[in-house]
T-cell receptor, first 114, second 113 residues
Framework: GAVVSQHPSRVICKSGTSVKIECRSL??????MFWYRQFPKQSLMLMAT?????????EQGVEKDKFLINHASLTLSTLTVTSAHPEDSSFYIC??????????FGSGTRLTVV | DQQVKQNSPSLSVQEGRISILNCDYT??????FLWYKKYPAEGPTFLIS?????DKNEDGRFTVFLNKSAKHLSLHIVPSQPGDSAVYFC????????????FGKGTKLTVNP
C-alpha cells in the first residue's frame, strides 16, 4: 500500500517563530492531500485541502495566512505554521486519498510552542 | 509497517442488517482505540472509542468490541441505515489516548436500501 511520510514527528519552537511540516507521498502521486489538526479527546478538524499546482482550499475558521500550505509537486505538501503561539500546540496530521485504494494518513507531527 | 490494519477496503450490507467492520493492530503500546466516519469532501468525525481496560463500549446503534489478546477490534452497527454509508477509519493511540493517532486505511461501507 501507499506510504505517506510526515516530518518532523515532533517539534518544539519558540512563540513567534514559524514551523514547517512536510507530508510526502512516497509511492503515489497525490494530486490532493488533506491537513488535519487533532484536538483533545481525539477529535479531528480538517484544516485544508491541498491541491497540487494550485491554491489550497481552507475550511471555515482556518486562517490561511497563518497556516500556509504549499503543494508544489505530486509527492510533497507542506504546512507552515507562521508566528506560532502556544495555542497552536497540537498534533497535525496529513492524509492522501487514493480513491479505491483508500486513504493513507501520515504519522503525525506533535507541535509544541513554548 | 502498518500498525493499524483494516483488511477489508469495502463492505456492502442490506438496510436493517448488521454491519461489522474489523481492525487489527500490532503495537502493544496502544491502549485507546477510536472509530471515525468520513463522508466525501468532509473530514473524519469521531464516532466511538474504547479504552483497553474495557472490552466493549456501546453508543446507540454502534458498539465497539476490543480483544486485546488478539489485538483486534470491531465496530458493529445495528441496524444499518443507508445514511451510515461512508468510509470508516479505525485509529489507535498510546498513553491513554494522549499520543498521536495512528490510522488504518479505512473501510468503505455501503448500506443498500
Amino acid at each position: 500500500g501507499a506510504v505517506v511520510s510526515q516530518h518532523p514527528s515532533r517539534v518544539i519552537c519558540k512563540s513567534g517563530t514559524s514551523v514547517k511540516i512536510e507530508c510526502r507521498s512516497l509511492d503515489f502521486q497525490a494530486t490532493t492531500m488533506f491537513w488535519y489538526r487533532q484536538f483533545p479527546k481525539q477529535s479531528l478538524m480538517l484544516m485544508a485541502t491541498s491541491n497540487e499546482g494550485s491554491k489550497a482550499t481552507y475550511e471555515q475558521g482556518v486562517e490561511k495566512d497563518k497556516f500556509l500550505i504549499n503543494h508544489a509537486s505530486l509527492t510533497l505538501s507542506t504546512l507552515t505554521v507562521t508566528s506560532a503561539h502556544p495555542e497552536d500546540s497540537s498534533f497535525y496530521i496529513c492524509s492522501t486519498d487514493q480513491g479505491y485504494l483508500g486513504y493513507t494518513f501520515g504519522s503525525g507531527t506533535r507541535l509544541t510552542v513554548v | 509497517d502498518q500498525q493499524v490494519k483494516q483488511n477489508s477496503p469495502s463492505l456492502s450490507v442490506q438496510e436493517g442488517r448488521i454491519s461489522i467492520l474489523n481492525c487489527d493492530y500490532t503495537n502493544s503500546m496502544f491502549d485507546y482505540f477510536l472509530w471515525y466516519k468520513k463522508y466525501p469532501a468532509e473530514g473524519p468525525t469521531f464516532l466511538i472509542s474504547i479504552s483497553s481496560i474495557k472490552d466493549k463500549n456501546e453508543d446507540g446503534r454502534f458498539t465497539v468490541f476490543l480483544n486485546k489478546s488478539a489485538k483486534h477490534l470491531s465496530l458493529h452497527i445495528v441496524p444499518s441505515q443507508p445514511g451510515d454509508s461512508a468510509v470508516y477509519f479505525c485509529a489507535a493511540s498510546a498513553k491513554g489516548g494522549s499520543e498521536k493517532l495512528v490510522f488504518g486505511k479505512g473501510t468503505k461501507l455501503t448500506v443498500n436500501p
